[in-house]
């Protein structure tokens, strides 16, 4: 009965969205006021991150059943957001849409999808995992449509949407997708991994892959931290206990970049806590987060247990897609078999890629990765030079500049998810190449 009532409370009470471009000098403001029910903060900042719109501050309230959110947005490039189609698809989208504020309540979104198969990958991030994953799945005559990796921590999570390369529909024989599995599986698989690596196929399609991966790396438990790596760089969470007002205060510091706001808000949705206010700030370098939180069930952090592990959870979500190492740009007419070919080619030149993003645009194929050397220090220009040389320069280019160190915790050459050499691996042991030998 109490949800009925809530659904008619919310039906009666629509999302009401004002746009104002006046009001501050160099950003629009966008209030959204509504309803307030668990997750519709993040939904709301989803939205407007997947409209690749810039939050450089936001104001966040929710007492009393209902909330009031502030956001100052920008484009890309810094500038207000002129296009008048744009602002009214944010005021028509979230007022009268209702499926766009309740399609990933409580999850990412699923949809079936008969053009794609999905598989999802958690494991212990290791040299040459990618590059070994694509050789499978290229023996496989399974074609990488999409795809998104991150690594984190020592552990690996990959989400990827294949199809069939002769039919270009989604995989659904049962014994071709058992046969996948196996062989994903014996390559996921690592001596004295205490944890168990993780992979699902399935025929649905992930509606918003980056809260799937926070997800999937949470579940991972990528938030423990190892005694054998170096966090030099860790942003700054604390958490205190506002017992006067019944609330726990969390504030965080660290460096600025796009997402950071949606990442932290990520975090404390999906460990189910409620955000009834907040402060966001961002300068050139710094961002500052301040948010006073409950746990759905209405209690503040009550133990140091549960304080340390949202610090550190926190802290994590901040990480995993922390843009550090040289991206390279990926832009060429898309083939069967590229992303193998390209990871391999990076793999030999010993880079190791933190993170990358795989897509394709009807018959072109853009790929981004951020990149390190085995030691996590700055690519050496000769060897980026030599690899354009070899895939050509203008399909291979280098964003931002190429001699910025890279600002994460360094980790030992083992952690990464991509690296040079397979070291004693081959793809024999796989039963997928034969020896020419």
């Known amino acids: 009965m109490d949800d009925e009532f809530a659904k008619l ?10 746009i104002d471009n006046d009001v501050c000098e160099h950003a629009t403001v966008i209030q959204v006021d509504s309803v307030n029910r668990h997750g519709i903060l993040l939904e709301v900042i989803q939205f407007l991150v997947d409209l690749n719109l810039v939050i450089t501050k936001a104001y966040i309230s929710s007492d009393g059943g209902y909330l009031m ?25 979230v007022e009268t849409n209702a499926s766009f504020l309740n399609s990933m309540r409580s999850s990412v979104g699923v949809v079936p999808s008969k053009e794609y198969t999905s598989i999802e990958l958690t494991g212990t991030d ?21 795809a998104e990796i991150w690594t984190h921590n020592a552990r690996a999570a990959a989400l990827l949407h294949v199809k ?17 599995k196996k062989l994903l599986c014996n390559v996921l698989r690592t001596n004295g991994d205490l944890r168990t690596p993780s992979m699902s196929i399935s025929s649905a399609r992930v509606l918003h892959r980056e809260r799937r991966l926070h997800q999937m790396l949470f579940a991972d438990r990528d938030f423990e931290r190892l005694d054998c790596v170096n966090y030099n760089s860790r942003p700054h969470v604390t958490i205190l206990d506002c017992s006067d007002r019944d609330y726990t205060a969390v504030t965080i510091r660290s460096k600025d970049r796009p997402k950071l706001l949606f990442d932290t808000v990520c975090c404390l949705t999906d460990m189910q806590y409620v955000v009834y206010h907040g402060t966001v700030v961002t ?33 994590a979500a901040i990480e995993r897609r922390a843009s550090e190492g040289l991206e390279l740009e990926l832009y060429t007419d898309d083939r069967f078999g590229l992303l193998s070919d390209i990871t391999r080619i990076l793999r030999e030149y010993g880079l190791c890629i933190r993170r990358a993003e795989i897509s394709t645009m009807g018959r ?36 931002g500049n190429l001699n910025t160190p890279p600002k994460l915790p360094q980790e030992p050459a083992r952690s990464f998810f991509f690296t040079n050499f397979f070291k004693g691996r081959s793809f024999q042991s796989f039963k997928l190449i034969k020896s020419c030998s």
């Open 9 to 18: 409370i919310r039906r009666m009470n629509p999302p009401r969205v004002v």
């Open 69 to 93: 959110d502030v956001f100052y947005v920008t484009d890309i490039n810094g500038q207000k957001i002129g296009d008048q189609a744009t602002i009214s698809y944010i005021k028509t989208t």
């Open 126 to 146: 290791r040299p040459g995992l990618l590059s070994e994953v694509s050789a499978v799945l290229t023996d496989l005559s399974c074609s990488v449509v999409s």
């Open 164 to 180: 069939d390369q002769s039919s270009g529909c989604a995989i659904e024989d049962q014994k071709r997708l058992l046969k996948i």
């Open 283 to 315: 300068g050139r370098m710094e961002a500052y987060q301040e948010y006073y939180i409950k746990h759905v069930d209405g209690f503040p952090i009550s133990s140091e247990a549960e304080r340390q592990r949202v610090m550190a959870c926190l802290e």
């Open 364 to 399: 072109k194929a853009k790929d981004t990765f951020f990149v390190t050397d085995a030691s996590g220090n700055p690519v050496d220009p000769k060897i980026v030079d030599s690899i354009q040389h070899q895939i050509g320069r203008t399909i291979l280019q280098v964003k």
